[in-house]
Each structure stands twice: as structure tokens, then as C-alpha cells.
């Protein structure tokens, strides 16, 4: 069981990146999944949050209209498009996938995912 990101990099302010979560070991499609990040010197964050269906999503105020999470449940793999770049985006992101049948997405403390990725480090500088 396993959780894989990638797709992190050195982007300039305003640039864009994407993010994946794989999944292997298991089927995603009964997990929630999230994306969190923690910066130098800072509590990790929920960034955004999709349920199994992809009905119901969580973003934080800070990335509203800038990120989008989406999910392939064929590909097995959640991902997180994130435009309009600021240096306040950069830090670690991680993914983590919890088995729920919620679909309303609200902020789900990191603590109950069942699963993490490595994280992905994000560096938005000019």
C-alpha cells in the first residue's frame, strides 16, 4: 500500500504546477483523499480535499480560485492543479487518502487519514 506525489518543483510567482498522488496496493475509490502542506517553521496545512465520488471538495481560503483538485479513480490518482503561484504557496505537499463514505468534504484533521504520501517539495520563487 502505497501513496506516490510527484510534480513538484521551481516555479515563478504566478506560474502553474500539478501535482499527483498514485495510488498502488489499493483502489482509491472508497477514499477521501487531501492534499496538506508544511512549510519551514509552520503547522501542516489542508491545502484541499476530494471525496471518493468527486462530488464534494475543500479548499482553504488561501488557494480558493487558484487550486484545483480533481481524481481519476481508473488512473488510481488524485492531483492538484495550482495556478497563480505565490511565494506564500511554497512548502512540502503531501497527500493522504482516508476510507469514507462522507462526500460533503469539510476540513479533515490529518490524523484521521489512513494513508500518506512522501511529500513533494514547492518552490515559488523569482
Known amino acids: 500500500v502505497q501513496l506516490q506525489a510527484s510534480g513538484g518543483g521551481l516555479v515563478q510567482p504566478g506560474g502553474s504546477l500539478r501535482l499527483s498522488c498514485a495510488a498502488s496496493?489499493?483502489?482509491?475509490?472508497?477514499?477521501?483523499c487531501g492534499w496538506f502542506r508544511q512549510a519551514p517553521g509552520k503547522e501542516r496545512e489542508g491545502v484541499s480535499s476530494i471525496s471518493s465520488s468527486a462530488s464534494g471538495r475543500y479548499y482553504a481560503d488561501s488557494v480558493k480560485g487558484r487550486f484545483t483538485i480533481s481524481r481519476d479513480n481508473a488512473k488510481n490518482t488524485v492531483y492538484l492543479q495550482m495556478n497563480s503561484l505565490k511565494p506564500e504557496d511554497a512548502a512540502v505537499y503531501y497527500c493522504g487518502c482516508l476510507r469514507t463514505p462522507v462526500q460533503d468534504m469539510g476540513v479533515i484533521p490529518p490524523e484521521e487519514y489512513d494513508f500518506w504520501g512522501q511529500g513533494t517539495l514547492v518552490t515559488v520563487s523569482s
Open positions: 496496493g489499493f483502489s482509491l475509490n472508497d477514499y477521501a
